[in-house]
């Protein structure tokens, strides 16, 4: 889940963060692996800008670094998410 080898390198995942995330303000309650692939970490919560202008795209190990219980997600396949509520990620199927 952490990191990609491309050529026997280590390569970083880009993630698409929400700002309340980006400034440690939140935690991250909400992951979703979009259907092509792409991350995206949120608090969880509705209030970002409708622009999405305060998302930042971000190597997905500074935010585990951060939050070491995304770990406990495991794999997540392409158009699923997990949300974590009541101390436990919970996983399910998601349209883009």
């Not at 390569?11 to 692996?33: K, S, W």
């Not at 209030?47 to 998302?55: A, E, N, R, T, V």
């Not at 101390?87 to 399910?92: A, H, L, M, Y």
Request: hydrophobic residues 40%; glycine residues 10%.
């Amino acid at each position: 889940m952490v990191a990609n080898k491309v050529q026997g390198r280590v390569m970083e995942i880009q993630a698409l963060v929400c700002g309340h995330v980006f400034r440690d303000e939140r935690p991250v309650t909400l992951v979703v692996r979009h259907a092509d692939g792409g991350w995206q970490l949120t608090c969880g919560q509705y209030d970002h800008p409708h622009d999405l202008s305060d998302f930042e795209v971000v190597g997905l190990n500074h935010i585990i670094d951060r939050q070491q219980n995304i770990l406990l997600i495991g794999e997540l396949k392409p158009g699923w998410l997990a949300e974590f509520a009541d101390g436990v990620w919970n996983k399910q199927q998601h349209d883009d």
